[in-house]
């Protein structure tokens, strides 16, 4: 068996798991055939004990049999309170599901991601064994340069890769479709111990980490865009203040950076902004330009 389809057993069983919470052995093993995971050929006993050591090694995840012998996964929270093994478990999923849908392949469209990606595998060694890299790297509009910088993160934004580094002179974004070539360097570089890359981008949404002062802001969305903020709330802090018909307001706290008031004005159709009134003076002087440009 190929390392792919090992992975494909591990998705499976976490995902059938977290789905239907608890399972005989029985019933995992006919859920198994049904949904024809081995080509149809049964889950023994002896491989599904080998999965569930392989499955804690990989996600942390701890299978556990209770009296009435059905089997659950006693430690969810592993997985739903750490959005790296969610990233990890989606990707892994949806390309185990792709790798199996060649005959359907025009029917299933996806995002581009432009290039970049191809230098994940170097950024993520240097992030993990705290080394520094040689980065060459190009700005729209100005000539390439060749600079050293630590990694300290990586995030995906908008259909873009981004590494949070330490320059030398200051914390900076660079997205990754910029880089022409990353290397290795055999410098090591000591992080803060307290440095986490979840708090340093908490307050903002997106990658603009720019000093925008924190502000309470307030909008107000109407009909569907309601149960969209509800499904897909714009930030950590968003909180429903009140509803009514035709309306609901949320507040965040949140410092409002550009990349936080181009979302909003992608969504301007069904979102209005109540304060600050700085913001809101903001969005509307944005609009006006756009009808000047455009009248």
């Not at 057993?9 to 005989?24: G, S």
């Not at 996806?110 to 993990?128: D, S």
């Not at 000539?143 to 580094?165: C, G, N, S």
Request: hydrophobic share 35%.
């Amino acid at each position: 068996m190929n390392t792919g389809q090992q992975f494909k057993h591990y998705v499976w069983i976490v995902n059938v798991l977290r789905k239907r919470r608890r399972m005989t052995l029985k019933e995992l093993q006919e859920q198994w055939v049904l949904d024809e995971v081995a080509e149809g050929n049964p889950l023994p006993r002896s491989s599904f004990n080998k999965y569930r050591d392989a499955i804690l090694d990989m996600f942390g995840l701890v299978i556990e049999c209770d009296k009435t012998h059905h089997y659950y996964i006693s430690n969810p929270g592993e997985i739903d309170g750490d959005r790296t093994k969610q990233w990890m478990l989606s990707t892994l999923t949806t390309g185990l599901t792709l790798s199996e849908s060649s005959a359907i392949k025009d029917d299933i469209i996806l995002e581009h991601v432009p290039a970049g990606y191809e230098f994940l595998p170097v950024i993520e060694q240097g992030i993990r064994q705290r080394r520094t890299i040689m980065m060459t790297y190009q700005k729209f509009g100005f000539e390439p340069y060749t600079k050293p910088v630590d990694p300290y993160t990586i995030k995906l934004f908008h259909q873009r890769w981004y590494m949070l580094a330490d320059n030398y002179e200051r914390m900076a974004i660079y997205s990754l479709d910029r880089m022409l070539s990353v290397s290795l360097t055999p410098k090591r570089f000591v992080r803060p111990a307290d440095f986490s890359s979840e708090q340093y981008f908490a307050e903002y949404f997106g990658v603009m980490v720019d000093g925008t002062p924190m502000e309470r802001v307030v909008i107000r969305a109407y009909g569907k865009m309601a149960n969209l903020l509800r499904t897909l709330p714009l930030h950590a802090s968003q909180r429903e203040l009140d509803s009514s018909e035709g309306h609901t307001d949320f507040s965040l706290d949140i410092r409002p950076s550009i990349d936080f008031i181009s979302e909003l004005l992608s969504k301007i159709d069904g979102l209005d902004v109540l304060e600050p009134a700085s913001l809101k003076a903001r969005i509307r002087s944005i609009l006006e330009e756009a009808l000047k440009r455009n009248p």
